[in-house]
């Protein structure tokens, strides 16, 4: 199912703001960026219209593009279900993983990914893109995914009373886990989980 994502200047999706982005603007940083070219490009799916720029089912990569052009224009963006996705989502999985899983890799993680992770733990996000930032994770190398699968882990630990199905539920499909593990999330201390996805995360353990 696609998922479309816009950059504007409004306060929502469907809003271009006092101050639409404009086609000379739009045009010239076209012009001075590459890899625009080839998204604008035929098939390259980045489209422009009434002030505002669309992508449908952006993966990582055309997400990091996408931060780097809503901070050229001043603009944000948002997602067809309402959701803002921000570029400072990475600095605040950072902040989460130096303080409860200080050995996995965060430098592996990049705006967009902190972006799709923030999706899977909204509790506003359509079910869409919840898929769509998953798959984003699904596909990172291992150092990577390592690092999304212990926020997820953090974020679930830190819930108060039960955690987030969604949470855990996308944790388990990310990374092979054992089921007990992950029924163990109120009874284990963050650092005892750290252990446990490091070593599954490194030897790939399946269920058993």
């Not at 200047?9 to 590459?34: C, K, N, Q, Y």
């Not at 224009?73 to 309402?82: K, N, Q, S, T």
């Not at 996995?104 to 972006?115: F, I, M, Q, S």
Request: glycine residues 10%.
């Amino acid at each position: 199912m696609s998922y479309e994502v816009r950059v504007t200047r409004g306060r929502r999706f469907d809003d271009p703001g006092p101050r639409p982005i404009t086609e000379v603007e739009w045009s010239a940083l076209v012009a001075s960026t590459p890899v625009l070219e080839a998204l604008c490009a035929p098939g390259g799916g980045l489209t422009f219209g009434a002030g505002m720029l669309g992508f449908r089912s952006p993966p990582a990569e055309v997400f990091s593009v996408l931060f780097g052009v809503a901070a050229t224009l001043r603009a944000r963006i948002f997602g067809e279900d309402g959701h803002e996705y921000l570029a400072d989502a990475l600095g605040d999985v950072t902040r989460t993983l130096r303080v409860g899983f200080p050995q996995v890799p965060v430098g592996a993680l990049t705006a967009a990914h902190g972006a799709a992770l923030h999706v899977l733990d909204d509790p506003r996000a359509s079910a869409a893109a919840k898929s769509g930032a998953e798959a984003s994770i699904a596909a990172l190398d291992s150092d990577a995914r390592r690092a999304a699968l212990a926020w997820l882990v953090c974020r679930a630990v830190e819930c108060a009373g039960d955690p987030d199905p969604a949470v855990t539920n996308a944790a388990a499909r990310l990374l092979p886990t054992d089921p007990r593990l992950l029924a163990g999330l109120r009874r284990k201390p963050t650092d005892a989980w750290a252990a446990e996805v490091e070593l599954r995360s490194r030897e790939r353990l399946q269920p058993g």
